[in-house]
């Protein structure tokens, strides 16, 4: 008797604990959803001032790259740039299993709250969904993302060999939007302002921008995969990306009032994009 009286005691405390823990965690669980609902149901003004781009590069402003690192075009992690989409052989793609799925192992580091987790697994949804990227937990794969929250958000482009860091640093860089950008550079995708046909679309006003970030405006010899230049990217620098003094750097044309870029997510094109090079068999 004595003994289950202890024994109820015991299950009562720990119901207890239960019942209490989500009271306890309820702020940090509240935060969470408002970063996400914000995917879904952003104010307009912020959705006006900010895309996935502008978002990383506020979070990477004081980012000093990581030793034995680069870090250029604002948040691509490389010891040379390389354009992956030209790259050799196409030895910098994820390969194609052989049922027709590329996975992409990734490890998520246990730094990361459930919130964060969902916030970046979004973001892998929702490249996912429209292609035939699977991104799939690492069991025993050599080459792998590490997904890791470090300064910044940033990653290298295209399949680096073992494993490659991806940065997502919380909270700055929870927006699931800037997760699938940095999974975008993992697929091998430089931004979209990179392209070479870019000066067709756009003018860059050099002049307003900072002396020191000249360099993240070159074209890139890229393979455009025949698709059209896509102002609504996830992957598009915005408007006054490094400007100087708040002028634009980015003039879409010649109507200069397209809006460019957003950060809910991969666009239609990003996916259809991912879908040519990755030979994934969808007729769009
Ligand atoms: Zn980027």
Redesign the pocket.
């Known amino acids: 008797m004595h003994s289950t009286m202890i024994l109820l005691g015991v299950l009562f405390g720990l119901l207890t604990q239960v019942y209490t823990l989500p009271v306890k965690n309820s702020t940090g669980v509240h935060e969470g959803k408002v970063r996400l609902k914000r995917k879904y149901s952003d104010e307009i003004t912020d959705r006006d001032e900010m895309n996935a781009?502008d978002q990383?590069l506020e979070i990477n402003r004081r980012l000093r790259a990581p030793r034995g690192l680069s870090i250029r075009?604002?948040?691509?992690a490389a010891s040379y740039i390389r354009s992956a989409i030209t790259c050799p052989g196409n030895a910098c793609l994820w390969p194609k299993s052989v049922d027709g799925f590329v996975y992409v192992p990734f490890m998520i580091s246990p730094l990361y709250d459930d919130m964060d987790r969902i916030t970046i697994e979004t973001g892998m949804q929702d490249i996912a969904a429209g292609t035939c990227i699977k991104f799939v937990p690492r069991t025993h794969e050599v080459n792998f993302l590490d997904i890791q929250p470090r300064y910044g958000c940033w990653?290298f482009l295209g399949q680096t060999g073992g494993s490659q860091t991806l940065s997502l640093q919380t909270p700055g860089c929870m927006w699931s939007g800037v997760a699938a950008?940095?999974f975008m550079?993992a697929l091998g995708f430089v931004?979209e302002q990179s392209r070479s046909d870019r000066d067709h679309y756009v003018s860059i006003v050099w002049k307003n921008i900072m002396p020191d970030h000249i360099h993240n405006f070159r074209k890139q010899v890229t393979n455009n995969l025949n698709s059209p230049y896509d102002y609504n990217s996830v992957?598009h620098y915005g408007r006054y990306a490094f400007s100087e003094d708040g002028g634009p750097t980015i003039i879409p044309r010649p109507d200069p009032y397209i809006p460019i870029g957003q950060r809910d997510g991969p666009s239609n094109l990003d996916l259809h994009k991912i879908n040519v090079l990755y030979d994934c068999g969808v007729n769009e």
Do not use: K, L, R, W
């Open positions: 781009m990383i075009d604002g948040d691509i990653s950008h940095e550079h931004h992957m």
